[in-house]
């Protein structure tokens, strides 16, 4: 039988297409149109009467009895000035910046380091270092075993207790890993070792440069789980004066006082010139959320080419 034998046939008037294959009613068009509208509607509507309410004063919150405002009648910037003036949120700010900073750099310096290793054949070790890296990947370390380590290294009531025990992770290391080994051709690393380029050299001029959108999203990671922060702060730093943001907001969510442990500033807050609590409350939240959502928008197009290429690749 050849394709010229093969013949289209009719559709039958009885026949009907599959539900997939139907064009959708103007009722069916009308109900998903409002469930995204509805969708959209209950996520952006708390975000903006965060920022709204953040912005409000303190004539407003009273009028509103102390609830979140969407439309703010008067504009006021006293939380914002209270945030940035320099106090224990301003420290808080900076130290979470800092962390974020700081800890992105050496995950991402650590990672790249030990993924090319893991990526080339013929690495000392590389089997069992990469079966270790997997077994903790499939099995996390509990609570308990992780607070002995980080006491037993003297990590405990130090900033460094925040960043060096979850420096690597091992899910952003076996992407990373994977998308060496599939996306970078493996004759360019050949002709850079005929010409004599070394291992440091090959990772420094062609890897990295032919990696930067998984680079991008992996540092986008590490970035987002640094700032966030909270559990790690509470569990190692109880001692220290400056906490991280997330730190700060919770207790100031629990709490009646504007900052957490601040006896002395307490006349501040209930002064008719300080900044109304629930303001600064939801500036405190906005000051959390802006920063990551910022730097989204600019990593979201490399997510398809970077995240699905090293991890089915892999």
């Known amino acids: ?37 509805c969708y959209a509607a209950a996520i952006v509507l708390p975000i903006w009467a965060v920022v709204a309410t953040s912005f409000a004063s303190e004539e407003a919150l009273s009028r509103a ?7 703010p009648t008067d504009v006021s910037l006293k939380a914002y000035e209270e945030i940035f003036s320099g106090g224990a949120l301003t420290e808080s700010l900076l130290l979470t910046m800092g962390l974020t900073l700081g800890g992105t750099a050496i995950s991402m310096v650590i990672t790249i380091g030990a993924a090319y290793g893991l990526s080339r054949p013929g690495t000392l070790l590389h089997r069992p270092l990469l079966m270790l890296v997997l077994f903790t990947f499939l099995f996390a370390p509990g609570l308990y075993p992780s607070f002995l380590v980080v006491q037993s290294l003297g990590l405990f009531n130090s900033y460094w207790s925040l960043i060096l025990p979850m420096a690597m992770n091992a899910f952003n290391l076996i992407v990373l890993r994977s998308f060496f080994m599939n996306s970078v051709p493996g004759e360019l690393l050949d002709a850079a070792k005929m010409d004599g380029a070394g291992e440091f050299r090959t990772l420094f001029k062609i890897v990295l440069p032919m990696s930067k959108a998984i680079l991008a999203v992996i540092a986008l990671f590490y970035a987002v789980m ?16 400056v906490q991280p943001i997330q730190v700060v907001l919770q207790r100031m969510l629990m709490s009646t006082q504007g900052l957490p442990g601040a006896a002395s500033q307490a006349a501040q807050y209930q002064s008719t010139a300080a900044a109304p609590t629930a303001a600064l409350k939801m500036a405190v939240v906005v000051c ?9 928008p600019f990593i979201q197009k490399h997510f398809t080419k970077a995240v699905i290429t090293g991890a089915i690749k892999g």
């Open 65 to 71: 009895g102390g609830n979140l405002l969407l439309i």
């Open 1 to 37: 039988m050849t394709t010229t034998d093969i013949r289209i046939q009719p559709r039958r008037r009885g026949d009907k297409r599959p539900s997939w294959d139907e064009e959708p009613s103007f009722l069916g068009k009308f109900v998903k149109a409002a469930f995204l509208v």
């Open 226 to 241: 640094y700032w966030n922060i909270y559990f790690q702060a509470v569990l190692y730093i109880p001692s220290q004066d």
């Open 288 to 296: 959390t959320i802006i920063p990551i959502v910022i730097m989204y």
